[in-house]
């Protein structure tokens, strides 16, 4: 119940910032980047579970934004083509897939991950008594 608790406290928390960011970068969003927000931060988390801390922060931060880019394609195209709901369009962005994913937010995504992987690692430190963070750089 307790491990319940930590991943629906973090996918929320993900969901949350992940709002926030979008309606700070475009004026607003859309609650199904709540359900991409928390996903991603979630699986970020347990993909530096699965990491050893010994990798170099750079590696997973590249990554955690091919996962990102991963999950936002899939996302995309459930509810821009699928469902029709116009959420996002990077037909006009060069080298973009579909109008879904584009290499220009992949290299966002890598900024993203470093800041979603530190504060998952802090909060998993001193709200869930989880090993303290360090990191190696390179």
Same mark, same amino acid.
Request: proline residues 4%; charged residues 15%.
């Given at each position: 119940? *307790? ?9 929320t928390?993900?969901? /949350?910032? @992940?709002?926030l +960011?979008?309606i700070?970068?475009r004026?607003w969003?859309h609650?199904?980047?709540f359900?991409l927000?928390?996903?991603c931060?979630?699986?970020l988390?347990v ?5 050893p801390w *010994? ?7 590249v990554?955690?934004a091919a996962m /990102?880019? @991963?999950?936002e +394609? ?5 509810v821009n ?7 996002w ?16 937010f992949?290299l ?8 979603g992987i ?10 869930f008594?989880?090993e303290r ?5 390179f």
């Open positions: 119940m *307790r491990k319940l608790l930590k991943y629906m406290f973090l996918f928390t993900g969901g /949350i910032l @992940y709002n +960011f979008e700070f970068i004026g969003s609650w199904t980047m359900l927000g928390g996903t931060f979630v699986c988390g993909m530096n579970e699965l990491v *010994r990798v170099p922060m750079w590696k997973q931060m990554a955690g /990102i880019t @991963y999950f +394609f899939l996302t995309g195209c459930v083509i699928w469902f029709g709901w116009n959420i369009d990077y037909s006009g962005k060069p080298g973009n897939l579909i109008g879904q994913i584009c290499p220009q992949t966002l995504w890598v900024l993203v991950s470093l800041i530190v504060l998952d690692d802090w909060l998993r430190y001193l709200m008594g989880e963070p360090h990191y190696r750089w």
